[in-house]
């Protein structure tokens, strides 16, 4: 006998037919699906957490890529666990060559957003050690090329007052170009320089220690003793030729670089280099700026 009164209780709450809170169409109720928020899927602390523990190389390498695309903020504690992480990644012996490289790639990468000054110069400090890792047992060694590209693409972002950085980057980078490395490190070794030189100025390799003796002695000197053996040094191909010749020009037309002759002679080198030079492009590029009236 309950039933028959409790259903009619319930339709009296249902709307009426037609009125206006009847069920929603379906194209409205889509609607208001679609305004309903997405939950994150990930936070910055849980790919920092993938990376600090998964040991699994496809995990890694797919985490590595969400960090690199990653467009929302980052708190200062999350900056400072993901560059220890990255650099904890870049070291680990367990994990597959591959996903160390990445690693490394990623640590460049993160230098073109990271904010904390002290975070951003850990993170050249780590590229910089990379690049330096010398030892037969250190297995950073393979490394060097992904820390080469990770300094080249963020250079820029190095602040000219942290001198002691300023020095670190360039002497490794330096250590590269004297060591006559395979022509990729070459490539990338003098592109830091000279990426530094084009966004800083060349007032540093004056300023800091020693910065003007190590572009004398690894950059200018050796093309000036013997500039015939550049074409056909296979160490140091077109591309690093195109850098060299920036690098030079950047030099040879700052005002910075008249009181130790530097830029009368990085000219006199662009001038030698015109009836040698075969590549079109860096030919004409030598030829307008080895003249005095430019």
């Known amino acids: 006998m309950k039933t028959p009164l409790l259903l009619c209780a319930l339709w009296a ?9 009847s069920v929603l169409s379906f194209p409205d109720f889509f609607l208001q699906l679609s305004e309903i928020p997405t939950p994150e899927l990930s936070r910055m602390e849980d790919l920092i957490r993938v990376v600090s523990v998964s040991r699994d190389s496809r995990e890694l390498i797919e985490t590595l890529r969400s960090i690199d695309n990653w467009t929302r903020g980052v708190t ?7 560059v220890a992480a990255l650099q904890s990644a870049a070291s680990n012996p367990v994990l597959d060559a591959s996903v160390r ?3 490394v790639d990623s640590l460049g990468r993160a230098c ?3 904010q904390s000054d002290v975070r951003l110069s850990d993170a050249f400090l780590a590229l910089v050690d990379i690049v330096k890792a010398d ?7 393979d490394l060097r090329l992904p820390a080469l590209m990770g300094l080249a693409r963020a250079i820029h972002r190095v602040p000219s007052f942290n001198r002691s950085l300023v020095e670190s980057i360039l002497n490794a980078s330096f250590d590269v170009i004297h060591d006559n490395s395979a022509a990729q490190e070459n490539i990338l070794a003098l592109a830091v320089v000279q990426k530094y030189l084009l966004s800083h100025g060349s007032a540093d390799l004056f300023r800091c220690r020693g910065l003007d003796r190590r572009f004398e002695a690894e950059i200018l000197g050796p093309v000036e ?22 690098a030079l020009i ?5 005002r910075h670089a008249d009181q130790s002759n530097l ?7 662009l001038r030698n280099m015109e009836p040698l030079e075969t590549d079109p492009q860096l030919r004409r590029l030598v030829e307008t700026y080895s003249r005095d009236s430019r």
């Open 13 to 21: 709450l249902l709307p009426a037919v037609g009125s206006a809170q």
């Open 225 to 246: 003793m013997n500039l015939p053996s550049l074409y056909g040094d296979m160490n140091r191909p077109l591309e690093y030729r195109y850098h060299l010749v920036r």
């Open 112 to 114: 073109l957003w990271l």
């Open 101 to 103: 490289a990445k690693a």
């Open 135 to 141: 030892h037969p047992l250190d297995n950073r060694r």
């Open 76 to 82: 200062a504690e999350e900056e400072m666990l993901l």
């Open 263 to 269: 830029r009368h002679r990085c000219r006199q080198v």
């Open 250 to 254: 950047l030099v040879g037309w700052s």
